[in-house]
């Protein structure tokens, strides 16, 4: 009688395989994510060590030494360097901080992009962990620390640009710090910027700072995005290190928020890329005082969503004056410019496009954390405006509009699992948007999804985008409204890695650097 029991218990408990796969992001056999039980090798990092703000931070003394060694070692050896050190005692906050100060020290800032995405990708690589379940918690960093050296040798090659040493003489005293930094910034003067940002790196809070800096990092166009990006980006990673460790990453900043891209000085030309800026200054003045009590509106943001799939930078900048004036949430307004992004990705999947999502975020982060309201208008007001300019001439993008996208028809036992949709992500990205919509659908609080495009960047990721991208967009799909949501993790297949994608060789080399391959 107890066999009996046990065998029925089975048959009715146990889930079959493809409901199992339905269930749960970590199945190896459907999904492809391998097995990292390898890391154990290392010490465990918490979720809460991850996460706890500068003011919990604690250091040995000196993180010079560390920062050397992530500069001298040769690539092959770095990781075991790194897992040596792990073992002795290491933390992730050390390690993470001598990754950004080496990333800073020995990548030129201009152009921003390119080889200097061992910089940006340095936040996002500490947000997939911090979001990562605690066995995962090493790969983005070990990840970050081999790219740095990829753009370290790269640098080498293009001149081998290195931080140089602050010209103390020229660096203004506190009390005119801000004042030489603003006029240096206004007049695109990169030596000016520097003496006087180290000044301001010395002195100012860093809500101040940040006051600062995000206005500069949305004034143009050029880099497509980028610039926002690091500013948001480093702002958050020395909020997880400690400001102590501000004043080489700052200075790094200003120089890339000065890049002109080849272009004649701003401050006296009338150039493209600075034309939103220039006009929103004035726009922003026009919305009503109490803006930010509106009301939301699902009907605004399909409004919005269609005006952007059309407008000029400065129509679009228009049309988000006129649904605030309305009466429109806020929220409603994101919700457009989100989705505007993430449907410019399905018109259009490629580089540019994956930007727009990834500049979105970081305007998005700069207005959430900005407690300036002109400063949080114009972020609205640019990030509309940019979006035109990455969509381009919208008559040479695919004729799709991400509200009308349809959920893929379901079977008879349930919405389409897991292992479907990462298995057509590889070789039909449209399918597997639409049962990403099915799958939503069923499942309101897609967590499993959530954790399944992770860790398959961890896996099968190859470049700084796609740890950039994963990030920004996993993250803002809590900031979309529920209505939305769905549509905006379907958009964001167009960019994510697929289980029928190639492994990369980080999982290999770690393996083989903690002794285990």
Known sequence: MRDTWKAFSVMIYLPTRRRFLKTTAWAGAGLGLGDFSFLSRLPSVSAQEAKLGPKAVRFRPDIEPLVQLLEGSPRARLLEEVASR??????????????????????????????????????????????????????????????????????????????????????PPADKAKAAFVEAMDNWDG?????????LARTAGAHELFEIFCRYGVRDFRE???????????????????????????????AALLDRS?????????????????????ASGKIRRDW????????????????????????????????????????????????????????????????ALTCSNAIHFAYETSANDETRRLLLLQNAAFLPMFRGNPQRLKEIRLDELQPAETVKDGAPGLDEIFADVSHSRMSAARKVLAYVKANPAPEEFIKAARRLVFLKGNNSHDYKFSSAVLEDYAHVSAAWRG??????VFNLRGSGDKDNELVKRTRAALGTG
């Open 86 to 171: 792990l073992r002795r005692g290491l933390s992730y906050r050390e390690l993470l901080t001598a990754l950004l100060l080496a990333g800073v020290r020995n990548i030129n800032p201009q152009p921003v992009g390119f080889k200097f995405h061992s910089v940006l990708v340095v936040n996002s690589a500490h947000l997939a962990s911090v979001s990562s379940p605690d066995s995962d918690r090493w790969l983005p960093i070990f990840w970050a620390l081999d790219y740095f050296k990829s753009a370290q040798a790269e640098d080498a090659r293009e001149g081998d640009w290195t931080m140089a040493q602050v010209e103390e003489a020229k660096v």
């Open 191 to 199: 030596a000016a910027a520097d003496a006087a940002v180290t000044g």
């Open 224 to 254: 497509i995005g980028h610039k926002a990006i690091y500013v948001a980006n480093s702002w958050r990673t020395l909020q997880a290190i400690g400001w102590q460790h501000a004043e080489p990453v700052l200075r790094s900043l200003a």
């Open 262 to 282: 080849g272009d004649s000085n701003p401050a006296k030309a009338d150039l493209e890329a600075d034309r939103p800026w220039r006009r929103n200054q004035s």
């Open 292 to 355: 930010q009590d509106g009301k939301p509106s699902a009907a605004a943001t399909t409004d919005l969503l269609e005006t952007l799939r059309h407008a000029s930078a400065d129509e679009a900048s228009d049309k988000v004056v006129e649904l605030l004036n309305r009466g429109v949430a806020p929220q409603s307004v994101w919700d457009g410019l989100l989705c505007a992004a993430g449907e410019l990705l399905v018109r259009r999947p490629g580089l540019v496009s994956l930007h």
């Open 487 to 492: 549509r905006f993790l379907a958009a964001s």
